[in-house]
T-cell receptor
């Protein structure tokens, strides 16, 4: 199956800092999603982005499908951004998840 | 519009007991999915239903059965629970076809003793 690798695995930021999370995948995909799993375990949809660039407030994402990677940018981070960020790619029916980037934003 | 709902939120079972996890969606989606999440890992697909009346195995189907009751509801059954099935279970749904963003329920935290 498709391999999904996320980096870095862990990240600690001070409030107000910016960060870039990376997702590499091993094969062509027809869907890519970014999720935020909050400390209560809920999976929140951030972006559906098989290609191109999207922005939503302080978050933006870019997927370069031909080079098999996606980037998630978080600007002016807040403590509520803490949690785990997952990249998931779809080939067929299943979403194949990476292991996530665990983000802690400190006051 | 509740999205994807799951019951129960928490459950503790003894080895060998059975139970059914319930999932419902109100987004008129054709496809529904069951995933499990183990500590420190992403989600893995157990079973999916591409459309009403069809079900197929995912990556980790052993020990589980599913029923697509109607377009809205998709249940997951553990016939004889084992400690290895201790996990958090997520149900998801999506449209079929080109735009197929998946939306997830809040999860069921299951412990098998």
């Amino acid at each position: 199956g498709i391999q999904v690798e996320q980096s870095p695995p862990d990240l600690i930021l001070q409030e107000g800092a910016n960060s870039t999370l990376r997702c590499n995948f091993s094969d062509s995909v027809n869907n890519l999603q970014w999720f935020h799993q909050n400390p209560w375990g809920q999976l929140i949809n951030l972006f559906y982005i098989p290609s191109g660039t999207k922005q939503n407030g302080r978050l933006s994402a870019t997927t370069v499908a031909t080079e098999r990677y996606s980037l998630l940018y978080i600007s002016s981070s807040q403590t509520t951004d803490s949690g785990v960020y997952f990249c998931a790619v779809r080939a067929g029916y299943a979403l194949n998840f990476g292991k996530g980037t665990s983000l802690l934003v400190t006051p | 519009n509740a999205g994807v709902t799951q019951t129960p939120k928490f459950q503790v079972l003894k080895t060998g007991q059975s139970m059914t996890l319930q999932c419902a969606q109100d987004m008129n989606h054709n496809s529904m999915y069951w995933y499990r999440q183990d500590p420190g890992m992403g989600l893995r697909l157990i079973y999916y239903s591409a459309s009403e009346g069809t079900t197929d195995k995912g990556e980790v189907p052993n020990g589980y059965n599913v029923s697509r009751l109607n377009k809205r509801e998709f249940s997951l059954r553990l016939e004889s629970a084992a400690p290895s099935q201790t996990s958090v279970y997520f149900c998801a749904s999506s449209n079929s076809g080109g735009y197929n963003e998946q939306f997830f329920g809040p999860g069921t935290r299951l412990t098998v003793l």
